[in-house]
């Protein structure tokens, strides 16, 4: 259950980090109001994992799946650039994302 709050922490990392730039540095509402919730939720749920997993993977898995999430979103609906070396390391870090979690990280 405590990865299941990650990977739900990190999809919402994606989507605050994808409001914080609709909402061009905080100068519309509905963006702001969007990012702050997903922002809360995020951080809320990092939290409430990190009770009974250990910090470094579960902060990696995070990170990682926000960072891939939000290049694969900006690339598919904001225009963001798409190149055959963002592809290959947004799969990198996926990769990375997988063998921490496959590393055996303990859950207390």
């Given at each position: 259950?405590?990865?299941?709050?990650?990977?739900?922490?990190?999809?919402?990392e994606?989507?605050?980090?994808?409001?914080?730039?609709?909402?061009?540095?905080?100068?519309?509402l509905?963006?702001?109001?969007?990012?702050?919730?997903?922002?809360?939720?995020?951080?809320?749920?990092?939290?409430?994992?990190?009770?009974?997993?250990?910090?470094?993977?579960?902060?990696?898995?995070?990170?990682?799946i926000?960072?891939?999430?939000?290049?694969?979103?900006?690339?598919?609906?904001?225009?963001?650039?798409?190149?055959?070396?963002?592809?290959?390391?947004?799969?990198?870090?996926?990769?990375?994302?997988?063998?921490?979690?496959?590393?055996?990280?303990?859950?207390?």
């Open positions: 259950m405590a990865w299941l709050l990650v990977v739900v922490a990190g999809l919402l994606t989507g605050f980090a994808v409001c914080l730039k609709l909402s061009h540095g905080f100068t519309r509905w963006p702001t109001i969007a990012f702050a919730v997903f922002a809360l939720a995020s951080f809320g749920l990092l939290t409430l994992s990190l009770k009974k997993l250990d910090v470094g993977p579960a902060y990696a898995v995070w990170t990682g926000g960072a891939a999430g939000t290049a694969i979103y900006g690339m598919i609906f904001l225009d963001d650039l798409v190149s055959t070396l963002k592809i290959v390391s947004i799969s990198l870090v996926i990769i990375g994302v997988i063998g921490l979690q496959l590393s055996g990280s303990s859950q207390h």
